[in-house]
Protein backbone atom coordinates (compact mmCIF):
# COMPACT_ATOMS: atom_id res chain seq x y z
CA UNK A 1 0.00 0.00 0.00
CA UNK A 2 1.41 3.27 1.22
CA UNK A 3 5.19 3.60 0.45
CA UNK A 4 8.01 4.83 2.50
CA UNK A 5 11.43 6.21 1.95
CA UNK A 6 13.64 8.11 4.23
CA UNK A 7 17.39 9.11 4.21
CA UNK A 8 20.48 10.87 6.41
CA UNK A 9 23.20 12.01 4.30
CA UNK A 10 26.19 14.54 3.63
CA UNK A 11 24.53 14.80 0.30
CA UNK A 12 21.11 16.35 -1.37
CA UNK A 13 18.89 13.32 -1.10
CA UNK A 14 15.72 14.38 -3.26
CA UNK A 15 17.06 12.39 -5.60
CA UNK A 16 17.23 9.55 -3.78
CA UNK A 17 13.86 9.82 -2.11
CA UNK A 18 12.45 10.39 -5.93
CA UNK A 19 14.28 7.01 -7.18
CA UNK A 20 13.20 5.25 -3.97
CA UNK A 21 9.14 6.30 -4.44
CA UNK A 22 9.30 5.60 -8.37
CA UNK A 23 10.75 1.83 -6.92
CA UNK A 24 7.52 1.60 -4.65
CA UNK A 25 5.06 2.89 -7.19
CA UNK A 26 3.78 -0.73 -8.11
CA UNK A 27 2.38 -1.22 -4.35
CA UNK A 28 -0.17 1.35 -5.45
CA UNK A 29 -1.00 4.94 -4.41
CA UNK A 30 -3.11 8.08 -5.45
CA UNK A 31 -0.39 10.91 -4.16
CA UNK A 32 3.28 11.33 -3.07
CA UNK A 33 4.61 14.13 -1.29
CA UNK A 34 8.15 14.35 0.40
CA UNK A 35 9.82 17.09 2.73
CA UNK A 36 13.77 17.87 3.70
CA UNK A 37 15.28 19.97 6.00
CA UNK A 38 16.98 22.96 3.36
CA UNK A 39 19.38 25.26 5.44
CA UNK A 40 17.86 24.47 8.40
CA UNK A 41 14.00 24.84 7.64
CA UNK A 42 11.68 22.56 6.80
CA UNK A 43 10.78 22.60 2.52
CA UNK A 44 7.39 20.08 2.26
CA UNK A 45 5.77 19.27 -1.65
CA UNK A 46 3.06 17.20 -2.45
CA UNK A 47 1.15 16.28 -5.57
CA UNK A 48 -1.86 14.20 -6.33
CA UNK A 49 -1.69 11.69 -8.98
CA UNK A 50 2.01 9.85 -10.07
CA UNK A 51 5.76 10.41 -8.58
CA UNK A 52 6.09 12.40 -12.03
CA UNK A 53 3.78 14.75 -10.75
CA UNK A 54 6.54 15.63 -7.90
CA UNK A 55 8.98 15.61 -10.20
CA UNK A 56 7.51 18.40 -12.20
CA UNK A 57 6.91 20.08 -9.22
CA UNK A 58 10.66 19.91 -8.26
CA UNK A 59 11.64 21.08 -11.13
CA UNK A 60 8.86 24.23 -10.83
CA UNK A 61 10.25 24.75 -6.85
CA UNK A 62 13.38 23.27 -6.56
CA UNK A 63 14.18 21.82 -2.89
CA UNK A 64 17.68 20.26 -1.22
CA UNK A 65 18.41 18.54 1.56
CA UNK A 66 20.71 15.93 3.37
CA UNK A 67 17.83 14.55 6.18
CA UNK A 68 14.50 14.04 4.28
CA UNK A 69 11.42 11.59 4.35
CA UNK A 70 8.88 11.17 1.42
CA UNK A 71 5.79 9.36 0.85
CA UNK A 72 3.52 7.60 -1.56
CA UNK A 73 -0.42 7.52 -0.07
CA UNK A 74 -3.13 5.13 -0.74
CA UNK A 75 -6.48 6.52 1.04
CA UNK A 76 -7.47 5.36 3.67
CA UNK A 77 -8.57 8.59 5.95
CA UNK A 78 -9.77 11.31 3.29
CA UNK A 79 -10.69 11.67 -0.07
CA UNK A 80 -7.24 11.69 -2.52
CA UNK A 81 -5.97 15.47 -2.57
CA UNK A 82 -3.01 17.81 -1.99
CA UNK A 83 -4.43 18.70 1.99
CA UNK A 84 -4.46 14.50 2.76
CA UNK A 85 -1.17 13.94 0.95
CA UNK A 86 1.67 13.13 3.01
CA UNK A 87 4.24 14.71 4.53
CA UNK A 88 2.31 16.00 7.19
CA UNK A 89 3.45 18.70 9.76
CA UNK A 90 2.81 20.01 13.02
CA UNK A 91 4.37 23.35 14.55
CA UNK A 92 7.75 24.10 14.77
CA UNK A 93 9.24 22.05 11.45
CA UNK A 94 7.88 18.78 12.24
CA UNK A 95 7.25 16.87 9.34
CA UNK A 96 5.68 13.01 9.61
CA UNK A 97 5.32 9.92 6.59
CA UNK A 98 2.91 7.07 7.96
CA UNK A 99 1.90 3.76 6.68
CA UNK A 100 -1.14 1.67 8.51
CA UNK A 101 -4.07 3.01 10.51
CA UNK A 102 -4.58 4.78 13.56
CA UNK A 103 -8.03 3.85 14.88
CA UNK A 104 -8.03 5.72 17.92
CA UNK A 105 -7.49 8.88 16.18
CA UNK A 106 -10.90 10.44 16.76
CA UNK A 107 -9.89 11.15 20.24
CA UNK A 108 -6.86 11.96 19.91
CA UNK A 109 -7.90 14.59 17.03
CA UNK A 110 -10.54 15.78 20.07
CA UNK A 111 -8.00 16.04 22.64
CA UNK A 112 -5.55 17.95 20.40
CA UNK A 113 -8.34 20.70 19.44
CA UNK A 114 -9.06 20.93 23.14
CA UNK A 115 -5.35 21.99 23.24
CA UNK A 116 -5.46 24.42 20.50
CA UNK A 117 -4.30 22.37 17.61
CA UNK A 118 -5.56 23.39 14.33
CA UNK A 119 -5.99 20.60 11.57
CA UNK A 120 -5.62 20.99 7.82
CA UNK A 121 -6.79 16.94 6.81
CA UNK A 122 -8.94 14.44 7.17
CA UNK A 123 -5.88 11.89 8.01
CA UNK A 124 -5.60 10.18 10.61
CA UNK A 125 -1.84 10.52 10.07
CA UNK A 126 -2.08 14.60 11.12
CA UNK A 127 -3.01 13.12 14.46
CA UNK A 128 0.41 11.48 15.23
CA UNK A 129 2.52 14.83 13.85
CA UNK A 130 0.29 16.67 16.16
CA UNK A 131 0.73 14.57 19.01
CA UNK A 132 4.41 14.44 18.81
CA UNK A 133 5.04 18.28 18.92
CA UNK A 134 2.75 17.94 22.03
CA UNK A 135 4.98 15.74 24.17
CA UNK A 136 8.13 17.81 22.64
CA UNK A 137 6.50 20.82 25.19
CA UNK A 138 7.58 18.32 28.00
CA UNK A 139 10.35 16.70 26.91
CA UNK A 140 12.03 18.52 24.20
CA UNK A 141 13.96 15.59 22.67
CA UNK A 142 12.94 13.93 19.28
CA UNK A 143 13.44 10.26 19.94
CA UNK A 144 11.51 10.16 23.33
CA UNK A 145 8.87 12.08 21.87
CA UNK A 146 7.70 9.96 19.26
CA UNK A 147 8.22 7.01 22.12
CA UNK A 148 5.80 8.69 24.27
CA UNK A 149 3.25 9.23 21.48
CA UNK A 150 3.61 5.78 19.98
CA UNK A 151 2.28 4.31 23.39
CA UNK A 152 -0.87 5.63 23.40
CA UNK A 153 -1.67 4.71 19.37
CA UNK A 154 -4.08 1.94 18.98
CA UNK A 155 -3.59 0.27 15.47
CA UNK A 156 -0.77 -0.10 12.84
CA UNK A 157 1.61 2.24 11.80
CA UNK A 158 5.27 2.53 10.26
CA UNK A 159 6.44 6.43 11.09
CA UNK A 160 9.41 8.27 10.02
CA UNK A 161 9.58 11.97 11.82
CA UNK A 162 12.00 14.73 11.16
CA UNK A 163 11.92 18.11 12.43
CA UNK A 164 13.98 20.97 11.44
CA UNK A 165 14.55 21.61 15.50
CA UNK A 166 16.74 18.40 15.11
CA UNK A 167 17.67 18.26 11.65
CA UNK A 168 20.92 15.71 12.48
CA UNK A 169 18.61 12.54 12.46
CA UNK A 170 15.15 10.86 11.59
CA UNK A 171 12.87 9.04 14.03
CA UNK A 172 11.34 5.60 12.86
CA UNK A 173 8.81 3.24 14.90
CA UNK A 174 6.73 0.13 13.86
CA UNK A 175 3.81 -1.60 14.78
CA UNK A 176 2.47 -3.97 12.41
CA UNK A 177 3.61 -2.45 8.92
CA UNK A 178 7.14 -3.08 7.81
CA UNK A 179 9.72 -0.71 8.09
CA UNK A 180 13.53 -1.46 7.15
CA UNK A 181 16.98 0.68 7.34
CA UNK A 182 19.02 0.78 4.89
CA UNK A 183 22.83 1.18 6.06
CA UNK A 184 25.74 3.29 4.08
CA UNK A 185 29.01 4.64 4.67
CA UNK A 186 28.32 7.75 6.10
CA UNK A 187 24.56 8.07 5.27
CA UNK A 188 21.95 5.65 6.39
CA UNK A 189 18.35 5.53 4.85
CA UNK A 190 14.66 4.35 5.68
CA UNK A 191 12.11 2.77 3.69
CA UNK A 192 9.06 0.44 3.91
CA UNK A 193 10.23 -2.56 1.91
CA UNK A 194 13.98 -3.38 0.62
CA UNK A 195 13.29 -2.27 -3.07
CA UNK A 196 13.02 1.32 -2.35
CA UNK A 197 16.87 1.22 -1.29
CA UNK A 198 18.18 -1.14 -3.76
CA UNK A 199 20.05 1.60 -5.45
CA UNK A 200 21.87 3.03 -2.57
CA UNK A 201 22.80 0.14 -0.51
CA UNK A 202 22.21 -3.73 0.16
CA UNK A 203 22.64 -4.02 3.56
CA UNK A 204 19.80 -3.53 5.66
CA UNK A 205 17.94 -3.95 9.42
CA UNK A 206 14.88 -4.74 10.06
CA UNK A 207 12.58 -3.28 12.80
CA UNK A 208 10.65 -5.78 14.62
CA UNK A 209 7.00 -5.17 16.12
CA UNK A 210 6.92 -2.33 19.12
CA UNK A 211 10.79 -0.91 17.69
CA UNK A 212 11.50 2.70 17.52
CA UNK A 213 14.58 3.85 15.86
CA UNK A 214 17.04 6.96 15.61
CA UNK A 215 18.98 6.84 12.64
CA UNK A 216 21.90 9.33 11.91
CA UNK A 217 24.40 9.60 9.69
CA UNK A 218 27.18 7.54 11.09
CA UNK A 219 24.94 5.51 13.52
CA UNK A 220 21.12 3.63 14.06
CA UNK A 221 20.14 3.40 17.82
CA UNK A 222 16.92 0.79 18.17
CA UNK A 223 14.69 0.25 21.20
CA UNK A 224 12.68 -2.35 21.46
CA UNK A 225 9.03 -2.38 22.82
CA UNK A 226 10.60 -1.93 26.97
CA UNK A 227 12.28 0.59 26.12
CA UNK A 228 15.55 -1.23 26.39
CA UNK A 229 18.38 -1.20 23.19
CA UNK A 230 17.99 -4.23 21.35
CA UNK A 231 20.56 -5.17 18.40
CA UNK A 232 18.59 -6.08 14.96
CA UNK A 233 21.32 -8.07 12.60
CA UNK A 234 22.03 -6.48 9.47
CA UNK A 235 22.03 -8.16 6.45
CA UNK A 236 22.63 -8.79 2.41
CA UNK A 237 19.75 -8.19 0.25
CA UNK A 238 19.76 -11.19 -2.63
CA UNK A 239 17.67 -8.51 -4.58
CA UNK A 240 19.49 -6.64 -7.35
CA UNK A 241 18.62 -2.96 -8.49
CA UNK A 242 17.46 -3.86 -12.01
CA UNK A 243 14.96 -6.29 -10.86
CA UNK A 244 11.88 -4.14 -11.42
CA UNK A 245 12.81 -3.41 -15.35
CA UNK A 246 10.61 -4.07 -17.73
CA UNK A 247 13.61 -4.67 -19.95
CA UNK A 248 11.97 -5.17 -23.66
CA UNK A 249 7.95 -5.77 -22.23
CA UNK A 250 5.25 -3.07 -22.56
CA UNK A 251 4.36 -3.70 -18.82
CA UNK A 252 5.74 -5.56 -15.79
CA UNK A 253 2.50 -7.51 -16.01
CA UNK A 254 3.22 -9.24 -19.13
CA UNK A 255 6.78 -9.52 -18.31
CA UNK A 256 6.02 -11.40 -15.11
CA UNK A 257 3.36 -13.80 -16.91
CA UNK A 258 6.32 -14.67 -19.40
CA UNK A 259 9.14 -14.90 -16.24
CA UNK A 260 6.75 -17.87 -14.98
CA UNK A 261 8.93 -21.32 -16.06
CA UNK A 262 12.11 -19.73 -14.92
CA UNK A 263 10.22 -18.42 -11.45
CA UNK A 264 8.99 -21.76 -11.28
CA UNK A 265 12.14 -23.75 -11.98
CA UNK A 266 14.24 -21.26 -9.18
CA UNK A 267 11.33 -22.38 -6.78
CA UNK A 268 12.09 -25.77 -7.29
CA UNK A 269 15.82 -25.78 -7.41
CA UNK A 270 18.30 -27.65 -5.11
CA UNK A 271 14.50 -29.24 -3.45
CA UNK A 272 13.69 -31.66 -5.40
CA UNK A 273 16.87 -34.04 -6.55
CA UNK A 274 16.86 -37.38 -7.84
CA UNK A 275 13.16 -37.88 -7.89
CA UNK A 276 12.89 -36.90 -4.17
CA UNK A 277 12.00 -33.83 -2.18
CA UNK A 278 14.38 -32.46 0.21
CA UNK A 279 12.23 -31.65 3.20
CA UNK A 280 14.73 -29.65 4.49
CA UNK A 281 13.70 -26.90 2.71
CA UNK A 282 11.13 -26.11 4.63
CA UNK A 283 13.13 -25.54 8.03
CA UNK A 284 15.22 -27.94 9.89
CA UNK A 285 12.47 -29.15 12.11
CA UNK A 286 10.34 -30.15 9.10
CA UNK A 287 10.62 -33.87 8.98
CA UNK A 288 9.56 -34.02 12.36
CA UNK A 289 6.81 -31.34 12.27
CA UNK A 290 5.57 -33.70 9.30
CA UNK A 291 5.64 -36.55 10.66
CA UNK A 292 3.19 -35.28 13.07
CA UNK A 293 0.52 -33.29 11.52
CA UNK A 294 -2.82 -34.35 11.22
CA UNK A 295 -4.29 -31.91 10.14
CA UNK A 296 -3.71 -28.67 7.56
CA UNK A 297 -5.39 -24.89 8.25
CA UNK A 298 -4.27 -22.49 5.08
CA UNK A 299 -4.85 -18.75 5.32
CA UNK A 300 -4.33 -16.48 2.92
CA UNK A 301 -6.11 -12.99 0.90
CA UNK A 302 -6.71 -12.71 -2.72
CA UNK A 303 -5.10 -14.65 -4.59
CA UNK A 304 -3.00 -16.30 -2.29
CA UNK A 305 -6.47 -17.87 -0.81
CA UNK A 306 -6.79 -19.59 -4.76
CA UNK A 307 -3.83 -21.07 -4.15
CA UNK A 308 -4.81 -22.36 -0.70
CA UNK A 309 -8.11 -23.36 -2.45
CA UNK A 310 -6.35 -25.67 -4.86
CA UNK A 311 -3.94 -27.39 -2.53
CA UNK A 312 -6.28 -28.34 -0.21
CA UNK A 313 -7.91 -30.48 -2.99
CA UNK A 314 -4.06 -31.57 -3.19
CA UNK A 315 -3.75 -32.25 0.56
CA UNK A 316 -7.29 -34.56 1.15
CA UNK A 317 -6.85 -35.90 -2.00
CA UNK A 318 -3.16 -37.35 -1.77
CA UNK A 319 -2.32 -37.22 1.34
CA UNK A 320 -6.13 -38.31 2.78
CA UNK A 321 -5.23 -35.74 5.73
CA UNK A 322 -7.95 -33.28 6.19
CA UNK A 323 -7.60 -29.70 5.06
CA UNK A 324 -9.21 -26.19 5.93
CA UNK A 325 -8.76 -23.08 4.19
CA UNK A 326 -9.78 -19.49 5.45
CA UNK A 327 -9.72 -15.72 3.81
CA UNK A 328 -7.14 -14.43 7.03
CA UNK A 329 -9.88 -11.27 7.34
CA UNK A 330 -12.41 -14.17 8.18
CA UNK A 331 -10.60 -16.54 10.07
CA UNK A 332 -9.52 -13.82 13.14
CA UNK A 333 -12.75 -12.93 13.76
CA UNK A 334 -14.70 -16.50 14.03
CA UNK A 335 -12.66 -18.22 16.77
CA UNK A 336 -11.71 -21.55 14.92
CA UNK A 337 -11.61 -24.91 16.38
CA UNK A 338 -8.06 -26.44 16.03
CA UNK A 339 -7.97 -30.20 15.45
CA UNK A 340 -4.25 -31.94 17.52
CA UNK A 341 -1.37 -31.78 15.85
CA UNK A 342 -2.69 -29.28 12.54
CA UNK A 343 0.29 -27.35 10.95
CA UNK A 344 -1.20 -23.54 10.44
CA UNK A 345 0.03 -22.66 7.04
CA UNK A 346 0.29 -18.92 5.60
CA UNK A 347 0.20 -17.92 2.39
CA UNK A 348 1.62 -14.20 1.20
CA UNK A 349 3.35 -12.70 -2.25
CA UNK A 350 4.58 -9.68 0.49
CA UNK A 351 4.93 -11.60 3.83
CA UNK A 352 3.48 -8.62 5.28
CA UNK A 353 -0.42 -8.75 4.10
CA UNK A 354 -2.12 -7.37 7.19
CA UNK A 355 -4.21 -9.75 7.77
CA UNK A 356 -2.46 -12.31 7.04
CA UNK A 357 0.01 -11.12 9.35
CA UNK A 358 -2.91 -11.09 12.42
CA UNK A 359 -3.92 -14.71 11.76
CA UNK A 360 -0.41 -16.05 12.03
CA UNK A 361 0.02 -14.01 15.66
CA UNK A 362 -3.58 -14.98 16.52
CA UNK A 363 -2.58 -18.84 15.46
CA UNK A 364 0.63 -18.67 17.80
CA UNK A 365 -1.34 -18.81 20.55
CA UNK A 366 -3.83 -20.88 19.80
CA UNK A 367 -1.91 -24.57 20.14
CA UNK A 368 -1.17 -25.28 16.27
CA UNK A 369 1.46 -27.57 16.07
CA UNK A 370 3.41 -25.71 13.82
CA UNK A 371 3.48 -22.51 11.46
CA UNK A 372 4.92 -22.36 8.08
CA UNK A 373 4.88 -19.51 5.65
CA UNK A 374 4.87 -19.68 1.63
CA UNK A 375 6.13 -16.20 1.16
CA UNK A 376 8.20 -14.63 -1.81
CA UNK A 377 9.96 -11.80 0.42
CA UNK A 378 12.62 -13.07 2.89
CA UNK A 379 13.02 -9.78 4.77
CA UNK A 380 9.03 -9.95 5.42
CA UNK A 381 7.50 -10.41 8.58
CA UNK A 382 5.90 -13.17 7.93
CA UNK A 383 9.10 -15.41 7.36
CA UNK A 384 10.54 -13.72 10.42
CA UNK A 385 7.44 -14.73 12.53
CA UNK A 386 7.30 -18.25 11.04
CA UNK A 387 8.92 -21.43 12.48
CA UNK A 388 9.20 -23.13 8.77
CA UNK A 389 9.24 -21.29 5.91
CA UNK A 390 9.25 -22.14 1.62
CA UNK A 391 9.98 -19.20 -0.15
CA UNK A 392 8.85 -19.13 -3.56
CA UNK A 393 11.99 -17.37 -5.40
CA UNK A 394 9.51 -15.59 -8.07
CA UNK A 395 11.68 -12.60 -7.62
CA UNK A 396 10.08 -9.02 -7.34
CA UNK A 397 6.22 -8.73 -8.72
CA UNK A 398 5.86 -5.38 -9.68
CA UNK A 399 2.06 -5.32 -11.48
CA UNK A 400 -0.40 -5.28 -8.76
CA UNK A 401 -2.32 -8.09 -10.68
CA UNK A 402 -0.35 -11.30 -9.18
CA UNK A 403 0.87 -13.70 -12.17
CA UNK A 404 4.04 -15.07 -10.82
CA UNK A 405 3.69 -14.74 -7.28
CA UNK A 406 0.14 -17.19 -7.74
CA UNK A 407 1.82 -20.10 -9.79
CA UNK A 408 5.09 -20.19 -7.46
CA UNK A 409 2.49 -20.43 -4.51
CA UNK A 410 0.89 -23.11 -6.43
CA UNK A 411 4.39 -25.18 -6.99
CA UNK A 412 5.52 -24.45 -3.01
CA UNK A 413 1.86 -26.05 -1.91
CA UNK A 414 2.69 -28.71 -4.23
CA UNK A 415 6.21 -29.48 -2.84
CA UNK A 416 3.95 -29.13 0.73
CA UNK A 417 1.69 -32.03 -0.83
CA UNK A 418 4.98 -33.96 -1.69
CA UNK A 419 6.23 -33.47 2.07
CA UNK A 420 3.26 -34.67 3.64
CA UNK A 421 2.21 -37.64 1.65
CA UNK A 422 5.47 -39.01 2.67
CA UNK A 423 4.29 -39.89 6.29
CA UNK A 424 0.80 -40.10 5.42
CA UNK A 425 0.40 -43.43 2.77
CA UNK A 426 3.47 -42.52 0.53
CA UNK A 427 5.47 -44.89 -0.82
CA UNK A 428 9.06 -43.61 -3.08
CA UNK A 429 7.48 -44.42 -6.05
CA UNK A 430 4.21 -42.46 -5.34
CA UNK A 431 7.20 -39.52 -4.51
CA UNK A 432 8.82 -39.83 -7.81
CA UNK A 433 6.26 -40.06 -10.05
CA UNK A 434 4.80 -36.53 -8.41
CA UNK A 435 8.16 -34.85 -8.19
CA UNK A 436 8.64 -35.80 -12.04
CA UNK A 437 5.23 -33.85 -12.69
CA UNK A 438 6.72 -30.97 -10.72
CA UNK A 439 10.22 -30.74 -12.97
CA UNK A 440 7.97 -31.22 -16.32
CA UNK A 441 5.99 -27.54 -14.83
CA UNK A 442 8.42 -25.67 -16.53
CA UNK A 443 8.45 -26.63 -20.10
CA UNK A 444 4.85 -26.85 -19.64
CA UNK A 445 3.99 -23.23 -18.83
CA UNK A 446 6.32 -22.57 -21.79
CA UNK A 447 4.03 -24.55 -24.23
CA UNK A 448 1.20 -22.78 -22.46
CA UNK A 449 2.50 -19.34 -23.51
CA UNK A 450 2.91 -19.89 -26.62
CA UNK A 451 -1.22 -19.17 -26.95
CA UNK A 452 -0.48 -15.90 -26.71
CA UNK A 453 -0.85 -14.56 -30.43
CA UNK A 454 -4.31 -16.58 -30.27
CA UNK A 455 -5.79 -15.09 -27.18
CA UNK A 456 -4.72 -11.77 -27.82
CA UNK A 457 -7.38 -12.35 -30.81
CA UNK A 458 -9.85 -13.80 -28.40
CA UNK A 459 -9.18 -11.11 -26.37
CA UNK A 460 -11.07 -8.44 -29.11
CA UNK A 461 -14.70 -10.31 -28.18
CA UNK A 462 -14.44 -9.09 -24.77
CA UNK A 463 -13.87 -4.69 -26.13
CA UNK A 464 -17.84 -4.30 -25.53
CA UNK A 465 -18.74 -6.87 -22.55
CA UNK A 466 -19.29 -5.69 -18.92
CA UNK A 467 -19.99 -9.08 -17.62
CA UNK A 468 -17.98 -12.89 -17.80
CA UNK A 469 -18.73 -15.93 -16.46
CA UNK A 470 -15.72 -18.43 -15.29
CA UNK A 471 -16.50 -22.10 -14.92
CA UNK A 472 -14.53 -25.19 -13.17
CA UNK A 473 -14.53 -28.25 -11.54
CA UNK A 474 -12.68 -30.17 -8.76
CA UNK A 475 -8.69 -28.10 -8.24
CA UNK A 476 -9.51 -25.81 -11.44
CA UNK A 477 -12.50 -24.34 -9.47
CA UNK A 478 -10.07 -22.13 -7.61
CA UNK A 479 -8.44 -21.01 -11.01
CA UNK A 480 -11.67 -19.84 -12.66
CA UNK A 481 -11.89 -18.21 -9.41
CA UNK A 482 -8.04 -16.66 -9.90
CA UNK A 483 -9.27 -16.13 -13.57
CA UNK A 484 -12.06 -14.39 -12.77
CA UNK A 485 -10.04 -11.70 -10.36
CA UNK A 486 -7.26 -10.99 -13.11
CA UNK A 487 -10.42 -10.17 -15.26
CA UNK A 488 -12.25 -7.94 -12.66
CA UNK A 489 -8.89 -6.30 -11.33
CA UNK A 490 -7.18 -5.14 -14.67
CA UNK A 491 -9.86 -4.39 -16.99
CA UNK A 492 -12.73 -3.75 -15.09
CA UNK A 493 -15.26 -5.89 -16.31
CA UNK A 494 -17.68 -7.58 -13.48
CA UNK A 495 -16.38 -11.13 -13.70
CA UNK A 496 -17.93 -14.22 -11.23
CA UNK A 497 -17.06 -17.70 -10.86
CA UNK A 498 -18.74 -20.54 -9.73
CA UNK A 499 -18.20 -24.45 -9.98
CA UNK A 500 -19.43 -26.27 -12.95
CA UNK A 501 -21.85 -28.43 -11.00
CA UNK A 502 -23.56 -25.15 -9.47
CA UNK A 503 -24.91 -23.59 -12.67
CA UNK A 504 -28.17 -25.07 -12.22
CA UNK A 505 -28.69 -23.89 -8.84
CA UNK A 506 -29.26 -20.14 -9.81
CA UNK A 507 -25.97 -18.50 -11.93
CA UNK A 508 -28.00 -19.93 -15.53
CA UNK A 509 -30.19 -17.50 -14.84
CA UNK A 510 -27.49 -15.17 -15.76
CA UNK A 511 -26.69 -16.63 -19.05
CA UNK A 512 -27.03 -14.90 -22.22
CA UNK A 513 -25.72 -14.27 -25.80
CA UNK A 514 -24.01 -11.06 -24.22
CA UNK A 515 -22.04 -12.59 -21.40
CA UNK A 516 -19.41 -15.01 -22.04
CA UNK A 517 -18.89 -17.94 -20.64
CA UNK A 518 -15.00 -19.19 -19.99
CA UNK A 519 -14.14 -22.71 -19.19
CA UNK A 520 -11.33 -24.69 -18.31
CA UNK A 521 -11.39 -28.52 -19.14
CA UNK A 522 -8.13 -30.38 -18.64
CA UNK A 523 -8.81 -34.31 -19.32
CA UNK A 524 -9.39 -35.44 -15.92
CA UNK A 525 -12.22 -37.51 -13.91
CA UNK A 526 -14.42 -34.48 -13.79
CA UNK A 527 -14.24 -33.90 -17.73
CA UNK A 528 -18.05 -35.51 -18.80
CA UNK A 529 -19.47 -33.67 -15.52
CA UNK A 530 -18.35 -30.31 -16.99
CA UNK A 531 -18.94 -31.29 -20.66
CA UNK A 532 -22.72 -31.38 -19.55
CA UNK A 533 -22.72 -28.37 -17.49
CA UNK A 534 -21.37 -26.57 -21.16
CA UNK A 535 -24.30 -27.77 -22.90
CA UNK A 536 -26.54 -26.45 -20.41
CA UNK A 537 -25.09 -22.96 -21.33
CA UNK A 538 -25.20 -23.50 -24.69
CA UNK A 539 -29.13 -24.60 -24.39
CA UNK A 540 -29.62 -20.81 -23.60
CA UNK A 541 -27.79 -19.52 -25.87
CA UNK A 542 -24.78 -18.01 -23.85
CA UNK A 543 -21.20 -17.84 -25.86
CA UNK A 544 -18.66 -20.32 -24.45
CA UNK A 545 -15.09 -20.47 -24.52
CA UNK A 546 -13.46 -23.26 -23.54
CA UNK A 547 -9.76 -23.90 -22.69
CA UNK A 548 -9.28 -27.50 -23.36
CA UNK A 549 -7.37 -30.77 -23.43
CA UNK A 550 -6.84 -31.82 -27.06
CA UNK A 551 -8.12 -35.26 -26.07
CA UNK A 552 -10.78 -34.14 -24.09
CA UNK A 553 -13.50 -34.53 -27.28
CA UNK A 554 -14.67 -30.68 -26.95
CA UNK A 555 -14.17 -29.96 -30.82
CA UNK A 556 -15.31 -26.29 -31.61
CA UNK A 557 -19.00 -25.47 -33.00
CA UNK A 558 -21.61 -22.55 -33.37
CA UNK A 559 -21.25 -20.07 -30.31
CA UNK A 560 -18.11 -22.82 -29.01
CA UNK A 561 -14.50 -21.72 -29.10
CA UNK A 562 -12.47 -24.92 -27.87
CA UNK A 563 -8.66 -23.66 -27.54
CA UNK A 564 -5.91 -26.27 -27.16
CA UNK A 565 -3.86 -26.85 -24.36
CA UNK A 566 -1.07 -28.49 -23.83
CA UNK A 567 -1.41 -32.14 -24.03
CA UNK A 568 -0.31 -34.56 -21.15
CA UNK A 569 -0.51 -32.19 -18.58
CA UNK A 570 -1.82 -34.45 -15.40
CA UNK A 571 -4.01 -33.61 -12.35
CA UNK A 572 -1.10 -32.16 -10.18
CA UNK A 573 -0.21 -30.15 -12.73
CA UNK A 574 -3.38 -28.40 -14.45
CA UNK A 575 -3.82 -25.52 -11.86
CA UNK A 576 -0.70 -24.01 -12.99
CA UNK A 577 -0.96 -25.01 -16.59
CA UNK A 578 -4.33 -23.44 -17.09
CA UNK A 579 -3.61 -20.18 -15.03
CA UNK A 580 -1.51 -19.31 -17.81
CA UNK A 581 -4.30 -18.04 -20.51
CA UNK A 582 -6.87 -16.92 -18.41
CA UNK A 583 -3.64 -14.57 -16.74
CA UNK A 584 -2.90 -13.61 -20.66
CA UNK A 585 -6.68 -12.97 -21.10
CA UNK A 586 -7.38 -10.68 -18.12
CA UNK A 587 -4.07 -8.66 -19.87
CA UNK A 588 -5.05 -8.49 -23.27
CA UNK A 589 -8.63 -7.51 -22.57
CA UNK A 590 -7.30 -4.66 -20.34
CA UNK A 591 -4.74 -3.46 -23.12
CA UNK A 592 -8.01 -3.35 -25.38
CA UNK A 593 -9.70 -1.16 -22.51
CA UNK A 594 -7.09 1.16 -22.31
CA UNK A 595 -6.81 0.75 -18.42
CA UNK A 596 -3.78 1.00 -16.09
CA UNK A 597 -2.58 -2.63 -16.29
CA UNK A 598 0.69 -2.46 -14.01
CA UNK A 599 -1.42 -0.26 -11.28
CA UNK A 600 -5.25 -0.39 -11.70
CA UNK A 601 -7.55 1.73 -9.91
CA UNK A 602 -8.12 1.46 -6.47
CA UNK A 603 -6.11 -1.15 -5.63
CA UNK A 604 -2.65 -1.91 -4.05
CA UNK A 605 0.36 -4.32 -4.43
CA UNK A 606 1.17 -4.79 -0.66
CA UNK A 607 -2.23 -4.53 1.62
CA UNK A 608 -0.87 -3.69 4.88
CA UNK A 609 -4.02 -2.34 6.36
CA UNK A 610 -6.77 -4.54 7.53
Not at 196 to 221: C, N, W, Y
Request: charged content about 20%; hydrophobic content about 45%.
Amino acid sequence: MCGIVGAIAERNIVPVLIEGLRRLEYRGYDSAGLAVIDTGKLARLRTVGKVKKLEEALRATPVAGAAGIAHTRWATHGVPSERNAHPHVSLEGLAIVHNGIIENHEALRADLEGRGYQFTSETDTEVVAHRIHFHLQSEPDLFKAVRATVTELHGAYALAVISEQDPDRIVVARQGCPVVIGLGVAENFVASDVAALLPVTRRFMFLEEGDVAEIRRQSVHIVGPDGEAVERPARESELSADAADKGPFRHFMLKEIHEQPRAIAETLAERVAQGRLLEAAFGPAATAVFKRTAAVHIVACGTSYHAATVARYFIEQICRIPCAVDIASEYRYRNPLVPSDSLFVTISQSGETADTLAALRLAKQSGYLSTLAICNVPESSLVRESELVMLTRAGPEIGVASTKAFTTQLTALAMLTVALARHHGGDPEREQGLVTRLIELPGLIEKALTLDPVIHRLAERFADKHHTLFLGRGALYPIAMEGALKLKEISYIHAESYPAGELKHGPLALVDADMPVIAVAPNNDLLEKLKSNLMEVRARGGELIVFADPESGLQPSDGVTVIEMPKHVTYFQAPAVYTIPLQLLAYHVAILKGTDVDQPRNLAKSVTVE
